[in-house]
């Protein structure tokens, strides 16, 4: 019923910067809150950041002040800045989407070397 792609991953010095996206197929995006999470190797999946229908958001405290989310209706595309990226930042970086059931990416590799 909806479809997640994620783009936008790859390898990165730490200090550098990436910009991932995640394009929806399905649904209703426009009303729907959308969020990125991220899963490193023997961690469990955590929450990165969210954005609502009305474009609030909230972030981890790990990230905030270096990464920003945000959305583009007419796309149906909602992206996160990464700026400042460090190697704790290495992980698999998923779009979810909050739904009556909730539909998730395939996700896409962030790799942040020192």
């Known amino acids: 019923q909806v479809q997640l792609v994620e783009s936008g991953g790859g390898l990165v010095q730490a200090g550098g910067s990436l910009r991932l996206s995640c394009a929806v197929s399905?649904?209703?995006?426009?009303?729907?809150?959308m969020g990125w999470y991220r899963q490193a190797p023997g961690k469990p999946r955590e929450s990165v950041a969210t954005?609502?229908?009305?474009?609030?958001?909230t972030y981890a405290d790990s990230v905030k002040g270096r990464f920003t989310i945000s959305r583009e209706n007419a796309k149906n595309t909602v992206y996160l800045q990464m700026n400042n990226l460090k190697p704790e930042d290495t992980a698999v970086y998923y779009c979810?989407?909050?739904?009556?059931?909730?539909?998730w990416g395939q996700g896409t590799q962030v790799t942040v070397s020192s």
């Open positions: 979810r989407y909050f739904g009556l059931s909730d539909w």
């Open positions: 399905g649904g209703a995006f426009r009303l729907r809150t």
């Open positions: 954005i609502t229908s009305g474009s609030g958001t």
